[in-house]
T-cell receptor, first 117, second 109 residues
Framework: DAGVIQSPRHEVTEMGQEVTLRCKPI?????LFWYRQTMMRGLELLIY????????DSGMPEDRFSAKMPNASFSTLKIQPSEPRDSAVYFC???????????????FGSGTQLSVL | GQQLNQSPQSMFIQEGEDVSMNCTSSSIFNTWLWYKQEPGEGPVLLIALYKAGELTSNGRLTAQFGITRKDSFLNISASIPSDVGIYFCAGRRGDKLIFGTGTRLQVFP
C-alpha cells in the first residue's frame, strides 16, 4: 500500500498567488481530513470529508481557503489569494469508517511545506 | 480551536532513560490516542485508549487513560535514539481528533 500521497512536498510562492495542494488517500478509505500544522497553533483540523462529501469545514480559516473531493481518490486544498500567514505544513490524512463513524486510526501523508513570501 | 495541553514541551534525555509525558484537557474525551511525528513526516498512531483507567502497552511504550477522562499519560522505557520525534496526544470527539500541543523528545547517545 502506497499510503496517503501528497503533492507537492514543498511549495514556495509569493503573496497573492493561488496555491493548490493535492492529496490521494489510501484506497478504500472513506474519510479524508485536511490538517494544518504551525509552531504557534499545533495541528488544526481544517475540513474533513466522508464519502467525498464535506462534513465539517468549521476549521477553514477564511473564504480564501477551499477544499474539494471530486472522487474517492483525490482531494485538493486551495488558497486564493495566499498570504504570508498561511505558511505552514499542510497534512492530508485518511481513515476507514464503520457504521458511519470514522476509525480513529488516521493515516497521514508526508505533508506539504508551504512558504508564502 | 480547542487544544489539549501537553507537558513537558520538550525533553532532552540520555539513551537508556525512561520518559514520562502527559496530556490534559478541560473537557472529557471517550477515546485518547498517542501519535508520534518524525521529522519531515506525518504523525503515526502509537496507542489508542478507550476506557477510563485503561493501561495499554506497545513494546516499550505504555499509555494510560486518566480516571477523570480529562487526561492521559505516555511512558517510554529505556529510550533509544530512534525515539526522537514529537509525541502528540489526541482526543476523539465524534469524527474529529483534537490534537495536543506536542512534546518534543531528543535522545542523546
Amino acid at each position: 500500500d502506497a499510503g496517503v500521497i501528497q503533492s507537492p512536498r514543498h511549495e514556495v510562492t509569493e503573496m497573492g498567488q493561488e496555491v493548490t495542494l493535492r492529496c490521494k488517500p489510501i484506497s478504500g478509505h472513506d474519510y479524508l481530513f485536511w490538517y494544518r500544522q504551525t509552531m504557534m497553533r499545533g495541528l488544526e483540523l481544517l475540513i474533513y470529508f466522508n464519502n467525498n462529501v464535506p462534513i465539517d469545514d468549521s476549521g477553514m480559516p477564511e473564504d480564501r481557503f477551499s477544499a474539494k473531493m471530486p472522487n474517492a481518490s483525490f482531494s485538493t486544498l486551495k488558497i486564493q489569494p495566499s498570504e504570508p500567514r498561511d505558511s505552514a505544513v499542510y497534512f492530508c490524512a485518511s481513515s476507514s469508517g464503520t457504521g458511519g463513524v470514522t476509525n480513529e486510526k488516521l493515516f497521514f501523508g508526508s505533508g506539504t511545506q508551504l512558504s508564502v513570501l | 480551536g480547542q487544544q489539549l495541553n501537553q507537558s513537558p514541551q520538550s525533553m532532552f534525555i540520555q539513551e537508556g532513560e525512561d520518559v514520562s509525558m502527559n496530556c490534559t484537557s478541560s473537557s472529557i474525551f471517550n477515546t485518547w490516542l498517542w501519535y508520534k511525528q518524525e521529522p519531515g513526516e506525518g504523525p503515526v498512531l502509537l496507542i489508542a485508549l478507550y476506557k477510563a483507567g485503561e493501561l495499554t502497552s506497545n513494546g516499550r511504550l505504555t499509555a494510560q487513560f486518566g480516571i477523570t477522562r480529562k487526561d492521559s499519560f505516555l511512558n517510554i522505557s529505556a529510550s533509544i535514539p530512534s525515539d526522537v520525534g514529537i509525541y502528540f496526544c489526541a482526543g476523539r470527539r465524534g469524527d474529529k481528533l483534537i490534537f495536543g500541543t506536542g512534546t518534543r523528545l531528543q535522545v542523546f547517545p
